[in-house]
Every structure is written in C-alpha cells, then in structure tokens.
C-alpha cells in the first residue's frame, strides 16, 4: 500500500475531537510511509487533513473538479493538485491512484463517496480496504443502518466485512495492511435461489 484516499467534510464539524482525528491520521500515514490522495480543499476537515500531512512530509494528492476549485477553496501547497472536469473523474481518478479508502467525518458528499467505494468494492471494481474512522462513534449510525438493511434482505451479511471500522487511525491502517479482499467471484451477485 502506498496510498490512502481520505474522505473528509469541507466544514470541521462541531468536536474539535474531528480535527483532532485527522491530524492523527496525517501522523499515522507518515509513521507508514503511505501518501494521501484527498478532495483538494483547503478548508474543514480537508484542510486540517493537508496541513498536518504536509508539515509530516507525506505526500498529498488533491482531486477536485474545476468548478469547485474556487468554491471549496482549492489547497495551493500541496504535493500535487490534480483538476478535473467532474465529480465522476474525481473518484475515478482517485481510485486509481489510491490503495484504498478512509472516511473521516463528514457530509453528504463524504458519505456519498464512501458508499460509492464501497458498493465498488462488492461489486469487485476494486479490490481494496474501505473503511470508517468511527471518531466519537461518528459512525454507529451507518453500522446499525447496515445491520437493519441485512436484517430486512436488502443487504447480505457478507457486506458487512467490506466495510472496516475502527475508532484509532492505528487500528483502521493496521486492519487495512491485514485485510485481504475476498475471493472471487463475488457469492453475493447471484440472484437467491428461491
């Protein structure tokens, strides 16, 4: 693994334990040796995320779609910013430059693309670690949501091992060096036998 996408929110959230969580996360990635890819913002979670990954010499990858490069505040000091025509090309271009996938908190937008990586993976688009820095337990809202889908037919249980949580950025990159895609083909893309 060389690097890790990171969705997080354009605003900072109302704990400063958010900020707190990506700064950590920045000095995880940099104790591996692992880039981050991002969003590009300079602003939020975002921005915290650059700004300590940076000041820890990792490289920072930024993606964001040209329209948005005013409105959210593109990052100047990055390692490299990458412009692009669409949110589309931007999760395209940065699956393909990361070696898997953390959502700090966030918004719609960072649950949008953390679904999306994730239902890439279940569908095996990608072979890679998704997971969630359950900062504050952030994210028992979307594990409980994901246990009452099973539990209602509209999820299988194998689902739930895509998805990696961890409350510690040491504990979600150590899950993620031992985590190991499952076989193939995916059982869950049958129909169910009735």
């Known amino acids: 693994m060389k690097r890790v996408c990171v969705f997080a929110g354009s605003n900072a959230g109302a704990r400063p334990e958010y900020a707190a969580a990506a700064r950590a996360l920045a000095a995880a990635c940099a104790t591996r040796g692992l880039g981050i890819v991002y969003g590009g913002g300079s602003i939020g979670l975002m921005g915290v995320l650059a700004d300590a990954a940076l000041a820890a010499g990792v ?105 990696l949580f961890a409350d510690t950025p040491a504990e979600l990159l150590d899950r993620f060096a031992a985590w190991t895609p499952p076989p193939g083909p995916r059982p869950w893309l049958r129909p169910t036998q009735a």
């Open 59 to 163: 490289e920072v990858v930024g993606v964001i779609p040209r329209p948005l490069a005013t409105k959210e505040l593109a990052h100047a000091g990055l390692s490299e910013l990458r412009l692009v025509e669409s949110m589309h090309e931007r999760k395209a271009t940065m699956n393909s430059v990361a070696d898997g996938f953390i959502a700090l908190p966030g918004g719609l937008g960072t649950f949008e693309e953390a679904l999306e990586v994730l239902t890439w993976s279940q569908l095996g688009i990608h072979a890679k670690p998704v997971g969630v820095l359950n900062v504050e337990g952030y994210y028992d809202g979307l594990l409980r949501w994901l246990s009452h889908a099973v539990g209602e037919g509209f999820v299988r249980r194998e689902h739930l091992g895509l998805l």
